[in-house]
């Protein structure tokens, strides 16, 4: 919930679902359910406590900000949803203000105005000021014009402790996060180089204790010490410490990475800068999490302090993170250290970050974290399920087939696999070892011109196998259509390594979801094409928080008529679905495995089955893009005339547009193909525009249904039912769309 911390006081940046989402009570729920009891909630103080306690502010400021001192409505209400969340299920809930001992305000005049301030007329928006001059960073420090005083942050945690302390989801008090590049002694702005006053923050924290215990004398407080609440400096960077006051645990920060930032995630990189924080020159290796953890811990064992290690994560791209953090984490649990991963929450800069705690959907059920199995392992909580990945097309030799766990096996998993139609196996009986994440993997070489199904058998484990799995090794797909349509379909599918969602197949959530009937949210929808492999679930799902109280944004819902599903966008501000992935960058994450298909600039393909209810449909129905810039490949709607357009980083465009609008509530086939000099739109098989273009080279790393998201900010649907989406890389034949474009139209009852 501190994610607007950008768009604040100057700009819009402050919208539920667009700049921070607030945790659903599903997220909650099935954090709980998998073993996590206590979870930390980073909240904004500027978003809670607009305006200082003693600001000295007119009656326009004060209508537009909040009165002094007073908390923001809506944003404690937020707060308080997630404690519900947390009490219904069990579990608890760290308030962590995650403010850096900083407090982003406003400049107020000497007749207690804002010059450039604005009243938004959304209410969910907070007051801002057009003129960046007119924001001040106020900071804690000790000397004469201190502009973030003591006062100011014993007020806002008093407020808190009365509103909070006898809440039953309510699990601790996290003071202050990351203090950092605090003032130089006699300093009241911010120092650089290490020069800052490390007396400043302890004043402070001692006087907060002083006053939560003065309230609250049991619940726990948190609290986290100088150089970014570092591990490695725990006992170097607090000369004041320990500190005075009744369970008190002492958190500290700690990531992988040679600089311990959590932003850097490939690990070759790493090691090459011959650097690890905390220790100075010298590579990373596996044990240097561990390392880091041990100089906090080695400091606070003679003390009889308590830690928590409220931030740390592991990278998703390379097994030794995996392996560095599984050592981290049972070291910290032997120590009793408390142990908190970053980046659980459902908001646009969470989901397949390269360090995330998201759960995921993939063939129609929940897809653990693999960070999540590594700390139930440590923790001894058993949990999994199984999956497999691999390629589908298998006329041109072998196919490589995995088998894998996402959680926590208590004792290997033994399967054997079978063919139903010949073929070479190179072996029939699987083992998945016992602890986190655990694979096997297999090939398969498939007789010729057949359709064969490979079916998975738990022969040792109470676990439910993979569902079957069809390779198709057909010699000439389009003939095959003759015989059976679905399977010439899926072979051309899995010929292009194409993705397909169904809506038939949508989920009420991708946590402790169940399959959705007329009426109800659609939040979850399985890859059944071939585009998914192991690490990159092409899945599509609905994250946001669509309380009323967060604004307009809705979820889609099921519609069945004649016994066929689409999915519902047509209520005002209803949302779509969301495949979330990322971009290689040098040195930072150059090999990630999780991955859009295809880029703009590479020949691909995207099919959709849509209706709408009108003759004014305008807006996005699929979506290929890069979320932080416009340029796109889609399928749109304007005016309920159907539309193919693609736009490169240089602003080269092609928009082809049917001439013809959709016949109310009659579903249509939609098909777009794009290579380079070479586009084509066809509406029901017919061709309706075309172009030459060759577009300039974009990484993408997102695919939408439903309405789009650009430059971070997201872009309107279209207004209609859809019934089934397609894409992928290549460029099929004209016969081979001729075949997926009949079958995806079965799905809308198109004869």
């Not at 038939?504 to 890859?527: C, F, K, N, P």
């Amino acid at each position: 919930m501190q994610t607007a911390e950008i768009g604040m006081r100057f700009g819009t940046g402050t919208l539920p679902n667009v700049n921070f989402t607030v945790a659903r009570r599903s997220d909650v729920a099935w954090l709980a359910a998998n073993g996590f009891t206590k979870n930390r909630l980073p909240i904004q103080w500027e978003l809670l406590q607009p305006m200082l306690h003693d600001t000295v502010a007119n009656a326009a400021a004060r209508a537009a900000i909040g009165e002094p001192g007073a908390f923001h409505a809506g944003y404690e209400s937020y707060i308080t949803g997630v404690l519900d969340a947390h009490a219904a299920v069990g579990a608890k809930c760290i308030i962590d203000l995650h403010n850096y001992a900083r407090y982003r305000d406003f400049r107020f005049q000497s007749n207690g105005s804002v010059i450039g301030l604005v009243d938004p007329v959304n209410p969910l928006i907070h007051a801002y000021t057009t003129d960046n001059t007119q924001i001040l960073e106020r900071i804690v420090a000790l000397a004469p014009g201190v502009t973030l005083r003591q006062s100011h942050l014993n007020d806002f945690w008093t407020r808190a402790a009365n509103k909070w302390k006898d809440h039953p989801g309510f699990g601790g008090y996290g003071l202050m996060n990351e203090p950092y590049d605090l003032p130089e002694p006699g300093g009241t702005v911010r120092s650089f180089a290490g020069t800052e006053d490390l007396h400043i923050w302890p004043v402070y924290a001692q006087a907060a204790i002083n006053t939560i215990r003065a309230i609250d004398a049991t619940n726990p407080i948190y609290l986290g010490g100088n150089e970014w609440g570092a591990a490695m400096s725990l006992g170097t960077k607090n000369p004041d410490w320990p500190l005075t006051g009744t369970n008190l645990i002492y958190e500290v920060h700690m990531y992988l990475d040679a600089g311990s930032s959590g932003q850097r995630f490939d690990f070759d990189s790493e090691v090459a800068l011959n650097y690890n924080a905390g220790f100075g020159p010298g590579q990373i290796d596996l044990n240097t999490g561990v390392e880091r953890l041990k100089l906090a811990v080695e400091w606070a064992r003679p003390r009889g302090i308590k830690l928590a290690l409220t931030e740390t994560g592991m990278p998703i791209d390379d097994p030794r993170w995996e392996e560095m953090f599984r050592r981290l984490a049972n070291y910290a649990r032997q120590n009793n250290v408390e142990f908190y991963s970053w980046n659980g929450g459902n908001h646009w800069t969470s989901h397949n970050n390269a360090i995330n705690h998201v759960p995921g959907w993939h063939q129609h059920k929940t897809l653990e974290p693999t960070m999540s199995g590594i700390m139930k392992a440590s923790a001894g909580i058993n949990s999994a399920s199984l999956f497999d990945d691999g390629p589908g097309w298998g006329a041109s030799g072998p196919v490589a087939i995995t088998v894998y766990a996402r959680g926590n096996l208590a004792s290997a998993v033994t399967l054997t696999v079978s063919s139903s139609n010949g073929g070479t196996l190179s072996k029939t009986q699987l083992t998945i070892p016992a602890g986190a994440n655990g694979q096997d993997t297999f090939t398969f070489t498939a007789g010729a011109n057949r359709v064969t199904t490979l079916t998975y058998t738990v022969t040792s484990g109470s676990i439910a196998p993979p569902a079957p799995r069809k390779v198709y090794s057909l010699s000439d797909p389009v003939a095959y259509a003759a015989t059976s349509l679905p399977d010439a379909a899926m072979a051309i599918l899995a010929k292009y390594n194409a993705c397909k969602w169904e809506m038939a197949h949508g989920y009420t959530d991708y946590m402790l979801g169940a399959l959705a009937d007329e009426g109800q949210q659609v939040r979850a929808i399985s890859d059944s094409g071939y585009g998914s492999s192991v690490g990159n679930a092409m899945e599509m799902v609905n994250w946001i928080n669509d309380s009323p109280s967060m604004g307009t944004m809705r979820v889609p819902v099921m519609r069945v008529t004649n016994g066929l599903k689409s999915t519902d966008h047509s209520v005002y501000d209803t949302t779509g679905f969301w495949c979330k992935k990322t971009t290689p960058l040098a040195e930072i994450q150059a090999n990630p495995r999780n991955l859009v298909p295809y880029d703009l600039q590479d020949p691909h393909f995207s099919m959709a089955v849509v209706s709408v209810p009108g003759l004014n449909n305008s807006g996005v129905l699929f979506q290929a893009s890069n979320s932080g810039v416009l340029y796109a490949s889609e399928l749109t709607f304007s005016n309920s005339q159907p539309q193919a357009r693609c736009v490169d980083r240089t602003g080269a465009l092609v928009v082809l547009t049917s001439p013809t609008r959709l016949v109310a509530n009659t579903p249509a086939v939609l098909t777009f193909t794009c290579a380079p000099g070479a586009q084509r739109f066809r509406v029901n098989s017919n061709l309706v525009g075309s172009a030459s273009t060759t577009f300039a080279s974009g990484p993408l790393d997102q695919l939408m249904i439903g309405w789009g998201y650009q430059e971070y900010y997201p872009r309107q649907g279209f207004g209609g039912n859809v019934y089934a989406v397609v894409t992928g890389r290549g460029a099929p034949t004209s016969a081979e769309l001729g075949v997926l474009e009949r079958y995806l139209g079965t799905t809308a009852g198109i004869a």
